[in-house]
């Protein structure tokens, strides 16, 4: 179980990755050796005990990897990271935004942050600013600045969440050759990777 996100502005509700047992598909993950993770969630009642985790609707969990989820600051909206899974054929990952129905979670869009078509590049880990406006994320796309491995992008959002332009590379004092990833941002604007 890791990188837990509140899916509510009171704290009462949290959607983690996790591997557990019930994670969507029957493969297992070559690089961990465990099932591929999904997104679960969990609440907490008026005592404070918290509910047995469940999986997020098919909509948002597939056969592959999801994970890493952040909600906006109405918290209507979770980004999270997706990598498909296909045997025996090599895929990236994206990031997805899916808006929030009441409890439920609408078809998940991915986001358009790819400056190539190029399956095998690594898209994600979202941090979302304070304001909504800027996303950063975790990348191994050779795009202008690319410091080797991993490099942390940020790029502006609309109203809407939704990408305007290309990526920026945060550049050499923050990426170095090795890489970069899980980035987090407070709500001062410090980030933390």
């Known amino acids: 179980d890791f990188t837990p996100g509140f899916a509510d502005k009171k704290n009462e509700t949290v959607v983690f990755t996790s591997t557990r047992p019930g994670a969507t598909g029957s493969e297992t993950d070559q690089i ?25 609707p098919i909509s948002i969990n597939t056969e592959g990897n999801e994970g890493a989820p952040i909600f906006n600051s109405k ?34 869009v991915k986001l358009n942050l790819r400056p190539e ?53 945060l550049g050499a004092d923050i990426n170095g050759p090795k890489d970069e990833m899980f980035p987090f941002i407070r709500q001062d604007g410090s980030l933390y990777f």
Do not use: Q
């Open 117 to 169: 078509k190029n399956d095998t590049i690594t898209i994600g880990h979202p941090a979302l600013s304070k304001d909504d406006d800027v996303l950063v994320f975790a990348s191994d796309m050779k795009w202008p600045g690319h410091k080797g491995g991993k490099d942390l992008y940020s790029v502006k959002l609309d109203k809407d969440g939704m990408p305007t332009g290309a990526p920026v590379n």
């Open 75 to 108: 918290r209507s909206m979770m980004y999270f990271t997706r990598c498909p899974m296909e045997k025996k054929k090599v895929y990236g990952c994206d990031i997805w935004v899916s808006k929030k129905v009441g409890n439920n979670y609408a078809e998940p």
């Open 32 to 56: 961990i050796g465990e099932s591929f993770s999904d997104l679960f969630t969990s609440s907490r009642d008026r005592l404070g005990k918290w509910s047995e985790p469940t999986k997020l």
